[in-house]
């Protein structure tokens, strides 16, 4: 019986850190995907994403923390963590000056996979790039070296995936049929770790993980998420939308104000004095105000906000 | 654990056929497979001349005979010196020395051929330019050589008798002592005892060419990985350090070799520089250099973090090799502290190895105090190299 059979969790790991020159990037994180689950990993840009992966699959060694992905040690078995981990890294990471097809017959060769000639057909078809094969992977517009990257880590067959920000500068067609293809390999069994900067992408995860400036700050489905933070969220429609927003700010119960193209999002933690605020300024002058259910994206920019003012509380 | 993967040949090959699939687009790589040894023949072979022909010289001659004008006419012929001037003193010879109009002043002295008949053993005498004695000495080493043709060609049949000194009739120069040259040719100037600088800067050249492009090239190759992004996926793949690292080397080596046999080709056709030894042993030598190099330049890849910083460790190190390795100055004189640098360059062994193999037809014995620091260079940077080599990303 291999380590993997005997856990409920592709990744399990407890309070790992990282520091990178003094800097501490990674700062107690602890995670857990089951099995079949495509987890969201959220967070601003620098937040500690990237290192987080990194760590649980065996590129980079923790300074301090355990755990396991796919049941193997991530300190001591990296080597076993690499066959059976399909990793995605940020950038487009493949070889620009070979083919489409050179490029999966190198990775099909290092992961020494059985009939690879057969594998690597069967891949392009998949995929649909079978007269692309002979095609330079660098001519490729964004969309399709996404979609090559994912073929070239979906070769081995891996039980997990590792996608990090995968859908960045993709345009939204192909996004949403990256994440039809996540989903459908999920359901088969496969487990996904995604980061991702994308409310859309979000929704679709079945568990998320919100990490900001290498704390994790909220972990589970979108609706504990949501209720975790205690938030109620207003719309607020009309004119001068602007002037009105700076006005709100001043408010003690307003936390953030975010504007949604024609609609202004009004949040805060206290609900009733967050309503006779919004009653005084808003209806006054002749706004619409509507309660509404908080999402995750006002959930997301308060957190994003919370780390920031406490980064900077503690500066 | 790390220990538990082995060394897998199936992964090593597909590391060396994405390398060679890479080479096959690099456009500017190739260009430099063939362009480097070109350019650095044309260089070091035509423009950076160490035995340059044609030399200007001026003629101050008091005495007008056969043998005289036979020698004026042989120094000519040898297309070492270009009589342009005859100058009527010593003094004008040496103002146009001292101009920089001629490189040579040949004095022959009044009754010069008078006192050779007699016996005298005359001297001519030839002042040189001696700024620059490497364009010089090889002129002036073919002097003696000329005058022993004059000898030979214009002492003949009742003047034979006066050939005593000459090496070629000492056989038969029945109860004569052999004796100084009827006459002789003094010059102003020590020249290198080394009379085939020819044929030693070419050969020298292959050790040259081989460590600037395989140190370089091996340098950006894996740099070139870290810089593009693509690194973290070979890393994130199931390989081991020693399987990407002697992949990625493989094709260098097959590069260096036609390297190595571009120069071989030139040095013959070219160059005419007479090939003593087996050719064989010539290719063992190189592959052993190419070995020692590439461990410097994969060594260099690892504290390099982009391309740019490769290339300008890789000149670093050409430098020093060029200077103290016995290519350019005779290794033997170079100060102390110098011969200890050199000595630890891999491209001094080469140098003698190749030397001595070429032109001396050194065979295994003759190489072998040069073979084993060769060796012991590559196994202990190889070393260094898999440490170094970084198996995560931090």
Not at chain 1, 74 to 81: G, M, P, T, V, W
Not at chain 1, 130 to 152: D, I, P
Not at chain 2, 73 to 90: G, T
Request: aromatic share 8%.
């Amino acid at each position: 019986m291999t380590p993997a059979a005997q856990s409920g969790f592709a990744i399990d790991v407890q309070g790992l850190n990282k520091r990178f020159d003094g800097k501490h990037v990674v700062k107690d994180v602890s995670l857990r995907v089951r099995r079949g689950e495509i987890f969201g990993f959220l967070g601003p840009n620098g937040s500690g994403k990237t290192t987080t992966i990194r760590m649980m699959c065996g590129l980079l060694k923790p300074d301090s923390g355990t755990g396991t992905c796919l049941g193997y040690d991530i300190l001591r078995d990296s080597a076993e963590i690499k066959r059976s981990v399909g990793y995605m890294t940020q950038s487009f990471s493949f070889w620009n000056d070979l083919t489409i097809a050179e490029n999966l017959d190198f990775v099909a060769r290092m992961y020494q996979i059985p009939g690879r000639r057969q594998a690597v057909e069967r891949s392009l078809a998949t995929l649909g790039m079978t007269s692309r094969a002979r095609q330079l992977a660098g001519e490729l517009s964004g969309g399709w070296k996404q979609r090559m990257a994912l073929a070239a880590c979906m070769l081995h067959s891996p039980q997990l995936l590792l996608l990090d920000e995968p859908t960045a500068g993709v345009d939204p067609r192909a996004r949403r049929d990256f994440w039809d293809e996540l989903q459908t390999l999920a359901a088969g069994g496969i487990s996904v770790l995604v980061s991702t900067h994308y409310m859309d992408e979000a929704v679709r995860c079945h568990k998320l993980a919100y990490i900001s400036a290498g704390t994790l700050l909220a972990q589970g489905t979108a609706e504990e998420i949501i209720e975790g933070q205690h938030l109620s969220t207003w719309a607020i429609r009309g004119d001068r939308l602007a002037e009105l927003q700076e006005e709100l700010r001043k408010k003690a119960a307003v936390a953030q104000t975010v504007t949604f193209g024609e609609v202004l999002h009004v949040s805060g933690t206290n609900a009733e004095l967050l309503e006779r605020e919004i009653e005084q300024t808003v209806v006054s002058s002749g706004r619409r105000a509507e309660k509404i259910d908080t999402d995750l994206e006002d959930v997301f920019i308060y957190l994003m906000g919370h780390a920031e003012s406490n980064a900077g509380g503690n500066a | 654990m790390k220990g538990r993967q082995r060394f897998s040949a199936a992964r090593w090959w597909a590391v060396v056929l994405k390398e060679f699939t890479q080479l096959k687009r690099d456009r500017l790589t190739f260009a430099m497979i063939v362009g480097i040894p070109i350019m650095q023949m044309a260089l070091f072979g035509f423009a950076i001349n160490t035995v340059p022909r044609h030399l200007d010289t001026g003629i101050v001659s008091a005495d007008e005979s056969n043998v005289t004008r036979s020698f004026i006419e042989a120094m000519q012929n040898s297309s070492y010196f270009k009589i342009v001037k005859r100058l009527p003193n010593e003094q004008a010879g040496r103002e146009a020395l001292a101009r920089g109009q001629l490189m040579f002043v040949v004095n022959i002295p009044a009754g010069f051929t008078r006192q050779l008949l007699r016996r005298e053993h005359p001297s001519i005498l030839i002042e040189a330019d001696a700024t620059d004695p490497t364009t010089t000495g090889s002129a002036l080493a073919a002097v003696n050589g000329i005058a022993q043709s004059v000898v030979q060609r214009e002492l003949t049949g009742p003047l034979a008798g006066l050939q005593a000194g000459a090496p070629n009739d000492r056989s038969s120069s029945l109860g004569w002592e052999a004796g100084p040259a009827p006459f002789s040719v003094s010059v102003h100037q020590l020249y290198n005892p080394d009379e085939i600088t020819q044929y030693n800067v070419v050969p020298g050249l292959m050790g040259m060419i081989l460590t600037l492009t395989m140190v370089m090239m091996t340098g950006l190759a894996i740099t070139r990985e870290r810089e593009r992004g693509t690194m973290e996926n070979l890393l994130a793949m199931p390989a081991t350090p020693l399987e990407v690292m002697t992949g990625k080397l493989v094709p260098y080596v097959g590069i260096g070799l036609i390297q190595a046999s571009i120069i071989l080709l030139a040095a013959r056709y070219v160059f005419f520089v007479p090939f003593f030894g087996n050719i064989g042993a010539v290719y063992l030598a190189a592959l052993l250099f190419i070995a020692a190099n590439l461990t410097v330049g994969i060594t260099f890849s690892s504290l390099a973090r982009n391309q740019l910083q490769a290339v300008q460790l890789a000149i670093f190190y050409f430098l020093p090799n060029i200077v103290l390795s016995g290519f350019m100055f005779p290794f033997k004189g170079m100060p102390g502290w110098a011969q200890v640098i050199g000595n630890v360059l891999p491209l001094t062994y080469f140098n003698r190895l190749i030397r001595g193999i070429l032109l001396k037809g050194n065979g295994w014995a003759d190489s072998w105090p040069s073979v084993w620091p060769l060796m012991l260079f590559t196994v202990v940077l190889m070393g260094v190299a898999v440490i170094t080599y970084r198996r995560t990303l931090d």
